[in-house]
């Protein structure tokens, strides 16, 4: 018998008291607490912002997250609490859903842009959890889909996004990376607006879906052309899905709708050759045995 | 124009993350509910608890098997498995552990001289056997005074840190309660790379425990107030309360998840479910689970 | 106890870095005297300069042999020597350029479609070649509006921030001048992991110059006033000039150096010293120079 | 005859006048400023606190790196400017000397914790610039030399140097795959106090010197120790020189003082094997060839 003191049991498990109530045990109080954040969080910019995006024929990160994955399959959301305590709470999970789930079966990243959080511009966080996602694609060696819908860069928090190691610049070596020696399938569907450098986030994946009329690509937006060059032209002309599949050809899929977008993910996902772990792509079929040797009997020491 | 005409269908969001415990592709339950996870975490933080038992609450039927546990028993090392895929699991023991030479109990929670050598060995083995490591954190340091150093405890540390940090199999991190100084770091700090870092709500990852702090800050003050029979006047006092409430501010685990210093902050229910997936996700990579990025072999 | 007694000899630490022009190992000197710079360089930092000249002080001579100079001369491409060790230099042309189609002059330091094509093939012929690379930094950015978007600059300029992120080759950044926008990070921008980067006293960092900060902040606010045939009035006009100031700052290549973006400031005659040295060191690992470390083959 | 304008020859250069002088072309006032504040972070902590090391028997961190490197050869210092703007400019060089030089002809990366900068402790951007020094040492495969003499931890500013992905423990990530897969030699040599954490860099390079009476490394100092286990101890004995070099083994020289410390490494690293990039371990001799193609005559093109 080990020296330790054995389990003693506990009484009744408490009813839902209320957080920060002192007679609820400490535990239980904690993890209801964190259920009232994440609620909060998930709300993203709020009730009125998400019924702008439907107004706009648009889903909003989460529900384009929701419908991309294999419905009942676990989501774990990876930094949903970034950034919660920042910007007096105006970048709630830094206005970006990331995670890792599954698309017929098959382990993927996720990462999309959320539009109802300032229209989905990048805060300094929002680098940072763009990051940690590519990174967890390139560790893992799983397709990794962006969902993009984003304004660019939050100018008044520049200094956290665009310069240095870890600022934007560090995506899009990423992307090259991913793309050139490591062979990670990288989707983006451009599902909004995206404009100036983050443009080469989908322009460095493999393929780029755009939804027709409510998406953009564009290195300036008519403003900044309007400044430029002296030139008015509007959104769609500039950059939009029409422009980009027919005669820029930076774009190669055109979608009706965010439903036929995300279906259209779904599908070039499951199309993707197996990773077989050897850098040769195989041909589809079963995910590549884990590499750990057959399983001793449990209660056999290693 | 879609949606602006009638009440579109739009997908459900309301699944949070691992609740879907009975997800097809997880058969397996763990050896005890994890709801019981509520109970047999103590409700204040510094109290003892039953470390093999909090183990089944997340690894398959039987739970740890032990390695060495009769050995340096304050850390401890096993196999186990979640939803079938076979793990070798590090753990902090909590509350005093017997000293089989008669010297005095070891603090569970403390990394000693003999024990950081008994999981550098184990690390390393697994490793060889390429069994994905879990590292289940409730460390709050490592020992430090005469007797620790001249057995050479910093050698024994930093065996320790390099057989962790230079482990090619996936690293799986769960904070479940104390995660400071350099045991932290030992124990697959984020600066480590691990592959994922979950946290419970009751983790506490910190350089060091509000008390400590004041002691670091303060000590000397109060040596000279004792040493002329006086005691902390009330700016004192405050100043040394408001260093223990920042210091408890930033331990608490939505601070850390606030930071990105964790992945994701993670209910007892959730957690197997939440585990068993990032596990079955790193194991898509046969390769060398170290770093940004590893370049196929041949790129020159 | 050493040094209590008497005056101990210190080592003498005056010499600055780069500066010991004559270092045994760099008998050769630049095509042009490094001191020249200070007069290439223009006294306002809109205004043009002679690149190939300004080359011929850093290179040894001849300085650059271009590449491919009839076409989209805006973006430089050419080889050269850094004391006898041949490289590949990718430079920014300032003030306006021929077009050869007879189309509108194109802007020096703006990167246009064909010049992202041009430099993204360069950069892979040099890769290929084994040619260490130098980016001399004076770019603002990459063109806009419909021309540019439908003849498919994205995808351009996405090849050349492949065909530079993914080249294995030894890369050295030198910022000369203006360094913004999109054009920063395709001329090796800091977070693509370049091997060196350093700065003149000139280098001007930043996602844009203060005046485009003002055009994008206020340009709305200001079309508004014009079509209202009204003029900013005095709090408008110091909100703009803030603005401005702040950019300015965050521009100065000492506010790089403070936050590390760049490795070093360097003065114009420590240049070729500096870039001798780091040349040669990074030219020690024949490996592939991407990313923090690079894991010999076999660590499985 | 390319485009571009000629070059225009300017007036005379001005001597030097007093920087901020609007008069002075910008250039030149730019380089002059430049030099001025190079020269205030150089010092360092200041004149008192460089005399006061030197009342202990020390040398400053700019004297031990410029007696370890070759003479009159070109040293590069990195990142002299980080955090020059930053804490009232009470850390100059974040308080820690890193750069790229030669010893017996060969490049090395050297790390120097300046002692006169609040007791050499750690800032968050100390910790930036040691990362750095290594990343450097890693993709160049060249050694790396610690000069250690730091008080650990700056607390007060612990948040942004003891957690997070590139915080402090990141450095003994990086000394653990030097160590252990990359084959490049770490040289540390303890030259003040190495407290906590900070104990581990040494302790993860290759080989440790430590000199004799100024030189301390332990997991806890005495307060320490008094606090925690209620044992007052001396530094000496609970971990001096002779006590790591003679009863823990710890340490594997003993240097008498700073000038021989430093003669010890430069004879270390003399004796170290020249890296022939195969990751197989040459014997001395030159270094490996440049791996560029023999040089086309240079007016040819590529
Ligand atoms: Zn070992
Ligand atoms: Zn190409």
Chains 1, 4 share one sequence.
């Not at chain 1, 107004?55 to 399959?73: F, I, M, S």
């Amino acid at each position: 018998m080990s020296p330790r003191s054995a389990g003693s049991a506990r009484a009744g498990k408490a009813g839902r008291a209320s957080a920060g109530d002192p007679a609820v045990p400490r535990v239980r109080r904690l993890a209801e607490e964190l259920e009232e954040l994440r609620a909060r969080l998930r709300l993203g910019g709020g009730t009125k912002r998400i019924e702008r995006e439907h107004a706009r024929g648009k889903w909003t990160a989460r529900e384009r997250v929701a419908a991309l994955l294999d419905p009942g399959d676990t989501f774990v959301e990876i930094g949903l609490l970034v950034a919660h305590d920042l910007y007096d709470g105006r970048a709630p999970a830094a206005g970006v859903v990331t995670g890792v789930g599954r698309i017929h079966g098959r382990e993927v990243v996720v990462v999309a842009n959320d539009a109802t959080v300032k229209a989905g511009a990048w805060w300094p966080e929002t680098i940072a959890k763009i990051l940690r996602a590519q990174e967890i694609a390139m560790r893992c060696r799983i397709p990794i889909v962006y969902l993009v819908d984003s304004a660019g860069v939050n100018l008044p928090y520049q200094g956290g996004v665009f310069p240095g190691k870890y600022g934007a610049a560090r995506i899009f070596y990423y992307n090259s990376l991913m793309r050139r020696y490591l062979g990670i399938p990288q989707i983006a569907a451009v599902m909004g607006p995206c404009i100036a450098g983050g443009a080469y986030l989908p322009a460095l994946s493999d393929v780029i879906v755009m939804v027709e009329g409510t998406s953009f690509m564009g290195l300036g937006g008519p403003n900044l052309v309007k400044g430029a060059i002296g030139q008015t032209v509007e959104a769609e002309e500039l950059g939009g899905a029409r422009m980009h599949t027919s005669v820029s050809g930076v774009a190669h899929y055109l979608a009706e709708d965010d439903p036929a977008c995300i279906e259209k993910i779904r599908v070039l996902i499951e199309a993707l050759p197996r990773w077989d772990g050897s850098g040769a792509v195989g041909g589809g079929g079963a995910p590549p045995p884990p590499p750990t040797t057959p399983p001793p009997p449990p209660s056999a020491p290693p | 124009m879609w949606g602006a005409s009638g009440q579109a269908s739009r997908p459900d969001t309301t699944g949070s993350p691992g609740s879907r415990q009975g997800s097809p592709s997880s058969p397996i339950g763990p050896a005890r509910p994890a709801e019981d996870l509520y109970d047999l975490l103590p409700d204040d933080h510094r109290h003892p608890y039953d470390m093999p038992e909090v183990l089944r609450c997340i690894l398959d039927e039987p739970g740890l098997v032990e390695y060495q546990p009769e050995y340096a028993p304050e850390m401890m090392c096993g196999t186990g498995a979640i939803d079938g895929m076979q793990i070798a699991v590090i753990a902090n023991a909590r509350g005093m552990v017997r000293d089989a030479e008669g010297g005095p109990p070891r603090f569970g929670g403390i990394v000693y001289t003999k024990s950081a050598e008994k999981v550098a060995g184990f690390i390393e083995t697994m490793n060889r056997r390429r069994r994905p490591l879990l590292f289940v954190q409730d460390v709050s340091g490592f020992m430090v005074g005469p007797k620790a150093e001249r057995s050479g405890i910093i050698r024994a540390g930093a065996h320790f840190v390099e057989a962790m940090a230079s482990a090619t199999v996936p690293k799986l991190v769960l904070t479940l309660n104390h995660a400071s100084g350099a045991g932290y770091y030992a124990m697959a700090g984020q600066g480590f790379d691990p592959d994922f870092i979950l946290s419970l709500p009751t983790g506490r990852m910190g350089v060091m425990e509000g008390e400590s702090a004041v002691m670091a800050l303060f000590s000397r003050q109060l040596e000279e107030l004792r040493e002329r029979g006086e005691v902390p006047d009330e700016e004192l006092r405050t100043r040394m309360d408001e260093v223990r409430e920042d210091y408890d501010r930033q331990l608490d685990a939505r601070f850390a998840g606030a930071r990105g210093f964790v992945d994701e902050v993670v209910l007892p229910g959730e957690l197997r479910g939440a585990m068993a997936l990032l596990l079955r996700a790193a194991l898509n990579n046969p390769g060398p689970h170290l770093g940004a990025f590893h370049l196929p072999p041949g790129v020159v």
